[in-house]
């Protein structure tokens, strides 16, 4: 979509017949809301209208990783090892930041190469926070169920 000042957005319209759907959304939110960083997708705004989810984020020119790595036509881009190399970099920073930056910190649990998106110059933001774990104040380790996806 586009908003009314021309800057491009990605819209997210969360599943209404899932059970975790509210849940997610609300861990999305309450996650990557008031968090800022290169290595993260920028959250503008939300709409809640009766049992729809809204989540509405910065628009990533070049997709995910998932789809330019190993998508078919037009996405599918091929890598020189600079790129690769900065990619990765990219991702443990974003992760680096969630992990020791943020208060609380934050752990995703779900990193995998379809929520790696890649701006027009391919710097990697982490998305898609909904089975993320905020770690209780003064923490030091954690106890969770498996979350993610295989």
């Given amino acids: 979509g586009r908003l009314r000042n021309g800057k491009l957005i990605a819209v997210k319209v969360l599943s209404v017949e899932s059970r975790q759907g509210l849940k997610e959304f609300l861990n999305e939110l309450m996650s990557i ?7 993260l997708v920028s959250l503008y705004g939300y709409c809640v209208e009766g049992n729809q989810r809204i989540l509405v984020y910065n628009y990533l020119e070049n997709n995910s990783l998932a789809q330019t790595l190993l ?6 881009i091929q890598f020189n090892w600079r790129s690769r190399v900065n990619i990765c970099l990219g991702i443990a920073r974003g992760l680096a930041y969630l992990h020791d930056d943020v208060n609380p910190h934050i752990v995703h649990r779900d990193i995998k190469a379809s929520n790696i ?13 909904g089975l993320a774990k905020l770690l209780p104040p ?9 979350a993610g996806t295989l």
């Fill in 117 to 129: 998106l890649l701006d027009k110059d391919l710097t990697p933001k982490i998305s898609d926070f």
């Fill in 33 to 39: 809301s008031n968090i800022s960083h290169g290595n």
């Fill in 138 to 146: 003064n923490a030091s380790h954690i106890s969770t169920r498996v």
């Fill in 71 to 76: 998508g078919s036509g037009r996405n599918n």
